[in-house]
Every structure is written in structure tokens, then in C-alpha cells.
């Protein structure tokens, strides 16, 4: 008995001096002990998953007349999103987002990389992602803080925003004051972009976050991205402006641009402006966003120069309804010298138990500057719910 227990002994100090010695052999040692799966399959490495659905029911007194594009009335299965996150090892985080839509089917909208061993203050993404350009454009559809892209960044930018597969350095600048500055370069492959030339989409952005007391915060920011503009033809256009083809062919034709020999660049170039107060006095108090950007797209032949903008402002006024207000611009320079606008505006009330769940109701009115297309009202309905371990949103 005596050898027992004296190797049992031995056997315990080996163990507590081989953690003493090796902590990074203790994470696997804790996995023996950890959650299983019904097949007895650890869990400890697993990823952190979540599932986001959205449904939405649409009135329009303007519906889709045709397939590519404008709104759709009734009930519908908007999107349904999937995010898997985990740290890989001591240098590694990866993210993954796959999207399921009607339209588009499934697809990867984020999947990459984040370099975490680097100098204090750097850091490192590459793979498919949202580019850094203002605040709208890194968002996911359950995100947004209206039902849909506002006009003044869907008509430039598209509906989903511009994604690429890029590599994106940023650095937190050595002030006195928080200034992120960040630089990305990207095959192309966004929306607006043209993937075939041979250039990169390149670009970068300039931020800062600044504390108004110790209940407000206002965060300013200047956007840059250049890169070879895709090719714009009538479906496009319907898509990123939600309007059926055959209303803006008298404004814009059916036709695609004509491609010259030297690939036209296009250039975007946006200021943003981000206010959040929240009352500290209380758990659960009123809070009020006032969040607003404006975005030029500038091309250096034969396409029409554009303009973007939009405003919003949120009010908590209960502990879980949201009242929302905003307008929103999209201009295009016509060669005529005459300016098409689209002015929109929108009004929501939002019920929000939780941060994983929301179910809104949502009024917008366009006003289309063409007396050829006509002025619409669209309501709609959005219950959206989250399920999981879902990563934090941008501040």
C-alpha cells in the first residue's frame, strides 16, 4: 500500500510541476475534463457559432413588376446568417460569415484572418471582408438601423456594401486622443470593382473617438477607396437604387457603359460623424445616436459622378422601444448638366426585449426627381432574432 500511495504521490507532483513549468500544455490537459459531445468528442476547441434570421412582411405601392429588382410585396424570408469565430493559436483569430438569402443563395461574405501577436497598437485582417470605408459599410444586414441600405450609400456602394478580398492593416496612433488610422488593398472583387483589371482596389481611413463627459461619446471619420469601377448596366443600377428596370430606363437607358481601352478608376471619398449619449443614471436608460455620412464617387471618364448622404437619428424612449427618424440623398450628374436626386425618408418604431432579439415597424417615402418615375411609399415589418455565441458588434 505504502508504494501505491507514494507513487500516486510522485505521479500528482509531476503533473503540478509539468503546469508550473508548461502552462500552454494546460489548456489541453483542461480539454480531457471539458464539455462532450454525445459521441464523447470534446468540445473545448470548438467555435463560437451563431445563427441570425430575418423575416420581413412588405407593403409598396409601387411593387416589382419584373426580376431585377425593386420591392417586393408580402411576407418573405429576408436573410439568414451564420458567424463562426475562434482563436486558432497564440498568433490567429478567424472569422467566418456565411449568408443564406432567396436571391442570392448561400455564399461566404466574411471569412478571414486577424493577426493578434503584433506590436501594441497594430493590427492585421486579410481575407474576404467588409472594407474599412465610413460606418454603414462594415455592418451585416441584421445590423443595419434601418430595414435596408439607406439610398445614400446602397446607390454608390451597393445594397450589401463593398466587400473585397483584401488585406487591411490598421495602427492606433501614439496621441493624447484615440486615432485609429487604417490602409487595405484588394483584388477587386467588390461590387463596384472591376476584378478582372490588373489593379488593386486600395484605400484607407482615418478615425477618431473622443469622450463628451462621461456620458457621450463622438467618433469622426474620413474615408478613401480607388480601384478600377465595374461595369454599370441596367440591373445593376435597379438593384443598388430598388426600382424595377423598366422605371429608370427612361432617366438612365438599358444599355452598359462603354469600355474604353484604359480601365476607368473610380474614386469614393466620405467624411462620418457618429454621436451616442447614454443615461447612466438608470440600468436600462434613455440613450439618443445621431449618426450621419456623406460619400462623392468620382470617375475619371465616361461615368457620371455621384453623391451620397444620409442622416439618422435614434432615441431610446422606454427601456426596450427605439424610436427612429432619418434622411437619406442619392444624386447622379447626368451628361445633360441636370442633376436626378432621389430623397428619401424614414420613420420606425422598434421593439427590443433583448440584444439578441428586435421586431420593428418601418415607413419610407422616395421622392424621385424624374417626373418619369413616380414618388412611392414602402412600410415594412422586420422581426429579427439572434441564437448563439455572436461576436460584438463595431462601437
Known amino acids: 500500500m505504502s508504494t501505491t500511495l507514494g507513487a500516486r504521490v510522485a505521479a500528482c507532483a509531476a503533473v503540478a510541476l509539468l503546469r508550473v513549468l508548461n502552462p500552454v500544455t494546460t489548456p489541453a490537459l ?20 451563431s445563427f441570425n434570421a430575418l423575416f420581413l412582411g412588405t407593403w409598396s405601392d409601387n411593387p416589382v413588376s419584373d426580376p431585377e429588382g425593386g420591392t417586393k410585396d408580402g411576407l418573405a424570408f429576408q436573410e439568414a446568417e451564420v458567424v463562426l469565430s475562434s482563436v486558432v493559436d497564440p498568433y490567429f483569430q478567424a472569422f467566418a460569415t456565411v449568408t443564406l438569402s432567396p436571391e442570392e443563395g448561400t455564399g461566404l461574405e466574411e471569412g478571414y484572418a486577424w493577426v493578434t501577436s503584433l506590436p501594441s497598437g497594430a493590427g492585421l485582417k486579410f481575407g474576404q ?88 461619446t463622438i467618433e469622426i471619420g474620413g474615408s478613401l477607396l480607388s480601384g478600377p469601377a465595374g461595369a454599370e448596366d441596367a440591373e445593376q443600377r435597379s438593384l443598388r437604387l430598388d426600382r424595377n428596370v423598366a422605371d429608370l430606363a427612361p432617366v438612365f437607358g438599358l444599355a452598359s457603359r462603354v469600355d474604353t481601352e ?84 424614414r420613420a420606425q418604431v422598434a421593439f427590443v426585449p433583448s440584444e439578441f432579439s428586435l421586431l420593428r415597424l418601418e415607413v419610407r417615402h422616395r421622392d424621385w426627381s424624374a417626373p418619369e418615375i413616380e414618388d412611392d411609399w414602402t412600410a415594412n415589418l422586420q422581426l429579427n432574432f439572434t441564437i448563439g455565441s455572436h461576436p460584438a458588434h463595431r462601437y
Do not use: C
Request: proline letters at 4%.
Open 30 to 49: 483542461a480539454q480531457e475534463g471539458g464539455t462532450r459531445s454525445a459521441l464523447g468528442v470534446s468540445n473545448a476547441l470548438n467555435p463560437a457559432i
Open 129 to 216: 471582408l467588409k472594407l474599412p470605408f465610413g460606418k454603414h459599410n462594415e455592418l451585416h444586414t441584421h445590423a443595419f438601423p434601418w430595414v435596408s441600405a439607406p439610398i445614400g450609400t446602397a446607390g454608390l456602394l451597393g445594397p450589401e456594401g463593398a466587400n473585397d478580398v483584401a488585406v487591411v492593416a490598421s495602427y492606433l496612433l501614439p496621441t493624447s486622443i484615440y486615432l485609429e488610422l487604417q490602409g487595405y488593398a484588394g483584388d477587386g472583387s467588390a461590387e463596384i470593382m472591376d476584378a478582372e483589371e490588373d489593379r488593386l482596389a486600395t484605400g484607407g481611413r482615418l478615425s477618431s473617438l473622443l469622450d463628451l463627459g462621461t456620458s457621450a
Open 262 to 345: 484604359d480601365p476607368e478608376i473610380a474614386t469614393y471619398v466620405g467624411g462620418d460623424l457618429t454621436l451616442k449619449w447614454q443615461d447612466l443614471t438608470q440600468t436600462g436608460g434613455r440613450a439618443l445616436i445621431w449618426q450621419s455620412e456623406l460619400i462623392s464617387g468620382r470617375f475619371d471618364q465616361d461615368r457620371n459622378d455621384q453623391l451620397g448622404a444620409y442622416s439618422l437619428l435614434r432615441w431610446k424612449a422606454l427601456r426596450r422601444v427605439w424610436l427612429s427618424g432619418g434622411y437619406a440623398l442619392f444624386r447622379e450628374s447626368l451628361a445633360e448638366g441636370e442633376d436626378f436626386d432621389i430623397q428619401e425618408t
